[in-house]
């Protein structure tokens, strides 16, 4: 199976700071990587998907990167409810796997 | 609005079962593979199961094929997740989710809010 690794774990910032985090593929994934955000008590929810591209709804502060095995989530000034742990997934291949996720915390 | 909502989580011995079923509305429920993925306490998400939109394909993680059979009723908009043989490390809150299409290699855009299995004596 794909291994999906994410740096770093935990990750502390002020409101308004840039965020910045990543997300390694063992093998090549091509484009086929989501970023997911779950707060507390919720079901994730979708941020990005084809590696760049926002799903709905998702506010133009949040942009992803890459392709193959190295992923790149940033948040360009973090709001309060940005505050959650972040997952990266890749869906190119069964069994479909993700990462351990970064913690964003203030 | 798409909406899921899970419901059958609960307290059940070792090497017992249950069926987990999710009720789907808001979107074309047989035009979507479906998805359970599972998050024990405190930890990260792990994929479970999938289900074309006909029911006709299926593909299982390797740590629950042969105890887990995932399913669909796309009459009732409900899909379901039978649980046997359950162990202790299954214990986890389990998501009902969608594909954004119905082929394998999509993201999950939707998640439901989940439903808690504890498998304990």
């Known amino acids: 199976e794909i291994v999906m690794t994410q740096s770093p774990a935990t990750l502390s910032v002020s409101p308004g700071e840039r965020a910045t985090f990543s997300c390694r593929a063992s093998?090549?994934?091509?484009?086929?990587l989501a970023w997911y955000q779950q707060k507390p008590g919720q079901g994730p929810r979708l941020l990005i998907y084809?590696?760049?591209t926002r799903a709905t709804g998702i506010p133009a502060r949040f942009s992803g990167s890459g392709s193959g095995t190295e992923f790149s989530l940033t948040i360009s000034s973090l709001q309060s409810e940005d505050f959650a742990i972040y997952y990266c997934q890749h869906y190119n291949t069964w069994p479909l796997t993700f990462g351990g996720g970064t913690k964003v915390e203030i | 609005e798409v909406q899921l909502l899970e419901s059958g989580g609960g307290l059940v011995q070792p090497g017992g079962s249950l069926r987990l079923s999710c009720a789907a509305s808001g979107f074309i429920f047989n035009s979507f593979v479906m998805t359970w993925v599972r998050q024990a306490p405190g930890e990260g998400l792990e994929w479970v199961s999938a289900?074309?939109?006909?029911?006709?394909?299926?593909n299982y993680a390797d740590s629950v094929k042969g105890r887990f059979t995932i399913s669909r009723d796309n009459s009732k908009n409900t899909l379901y997740l039978h649980m046997k043989s359950l162990r202790a490390e299954d214990t986890a809150v389990y998501y009902c989710a969608k594909f954004s299409e119905n082929e394998w290699w999509r993201p999950v855009d939707y998640w439901g809010q989940g439903t808690l299995v504890t498998v304990s004596s």
């Open positions: 289900i074309s939109g006909r029911g006709t394909n299926t």
């Open positions: 093998q090549s994934v091509s484009s086929n």
């Open positions: 084809g590696a760049s």
